[in-house]
Each structure stands twice: as structure tokens, then as C-alpha cells.
């Protein structure tokens, strides 16, 4: 009996003895932290392309010059009349109907410019008979002194007397002067072309002697 109870109790005793503690197994060292790979360097931004210069405006055609109006050619004037000449004799424009015929204005018979003028129509009066034309002279003198001033100058044309301005003032020839600080009304010298209808078709104003016969037959001769 002993012996069983002293088996039991060494294997008891044996039981209460602890078994020795396991080791620990090492800790397991952390793998080392994986590094981060570095961040990405940002692509630099992208330049900005320059801005496209606006092409200039185009500049805008001239407006169109508008063609000047054409001017009505004004009314071509009549030549009427019913004057005595340096013989007393009546003399009208339909005597001279039919026919071109030049009417020139002078002041005062027997004066130096006027006088030039007259003889200057008297040497060429060949020139104005070859184109068919006549030519007359006409101032406010009286008869009397246009018969002694054609006779004095042997002058080959009708001279007009016109005393009361009648055909100076239709042909607008009866104007204010000055001369010396002096006003007064008198003849402008002038000259007009009258075609074969009794239309004035050249005129010539404020006439200067001096060449002013030739350029009046060069005219005639291109009608």
C-alpha cells in the first residue's frame, strides 16, 4: 500500500513540476521600411505659345470721289439790235442773220487803244471776208463822230452808235470803272463771236489790245 502511495505521490510530484518556459522566439526584426520613391519631379509647365498678333485691320478703300456734277452750259445769249451806222443809215440784226459776225465794244472813237483796235480789224479784214464774216464796231459815240473817226482811218466795217447803251447794257458790256480813286459807268471793252443764228458763241471781256484781232480770226476760221 505504501508503495503505491508513494509511486502516486512521486508521479503527482512529478506532475506539479512545472515544464521549464519555452523560449521566446526571437523577435522577428521589421523589415526595414521600404523607402519611398521620391515624387515624381512635376514636368515643367509647358510655356504658353505668344499669343498670335491680330493682323491690322485692313485699311478701309477711299470712298469713291462722286463725279462732279456736270454744269448746265448756260443759255446762249441773243444778239438783237436796231442801231443807226456811220452813215446814218438804220441797220438791225436780221440784216445780218445768215451769217457769223463779230460785235466788238470800245469805249470812245479816236482814242489810242481804241483807235489801235480798229485799224487792227481794218488790216485783217481780208481774214474775216475769206470766212465770211463781217465785223462791226459799236460804241455810245454819236453818228457825226463815228463817220469822221471811220473816215480818218479809212476803216473798211460798220461802226454802231448806241447813245443810249441799249445793246452795251443786253450784252452786260455798260459796267462800273475805276480809275485814279474814280468811279464811273462806261463801255468794257469786248468782244463777241455771233454765230449765222444770232447766238453769241465765243466772247472775249475786258479785251486787251495787243494780239486781240488775231486771236478773234483764228476763231472765226474754226467755225
Known amino acids: ?111 489810242p487803244g481804241c483807235t489801235k483796235e480798229a485799224c487792227g480789224f481794218r488790216d485783217e479784214m481780208r481774214r474775216f471776208k475769206q470766212a465770211g464774216c463781217a465785223v462791226i464796231g459799236v460804241s455810245p459815240d454819236p453818228v457825226s463822230r463815228h463817220q469822221r473817226f471811220a473816215e480818218k482811218y479809212d476803216l473798211n466795217f460798220t461802226l454802231l452808235s448806241d447813245p443810249d447803251k441799249e445793246l452795251a447794257q443786253a450784252l452786260d458790256v455798260w459796267v462800273l470803272k475805276k480809275n485814279y480813286g474814280r468811279e464811273y459807268m462806261g463801255i468794257q471793252r469786248s468782244t463777241f463771236l455771233v454765230d449765222a443764228g444770232g447766238n453769241v458763241q465765243r466772247e472775249w471781256r475786258n479785251v486787251r489790245v495787243a494780239g486781240h484781232v488775231d486771236e478773234v480770226a483764228a476763231a472765226v476760221a474754226e467755225l
Open 1 to 111: 500500500m505504501l508503495l503505491a502511495s508513494s509511486v502516486m505521490a512521486s508521479k503527482r510530484g512529478s506532475k506539479a513540476t512545472k515544464a521549464p518556459a519555452k523560449k521566446k522566439a526571437p523577435a522577428k526584426k521589421k523589415a526595414p521600411a521600404t523607402k519611398k520613391a521620391p515624387a515624381k519631379k512635376k514636368a515643367p509647365a509647358k510655356k504658353k505659345a505668344p499669343a498670335k498678333k491680330k493682323a491690322p485691320a485692313k485699311k478701309k478703300a477711299p470712298a469713291k470721289k462722286r463725279a462732279p456734277t456736270k454744269k448746265k452750259a448756260p443759255a446762249k445769249k441773243k444778239v438783237a439790235f436796231s442801231l443807226a451806222d456811220q452813215s446814218g443809215n438804220a441797220r438791225s440784226s436780221k440784216e445780218f442773220a445768215g451769217a457769223p459776225y463779230v460785235l466788238y465794244f470800245y469805249p470812245k472813237d479816236d482814242t
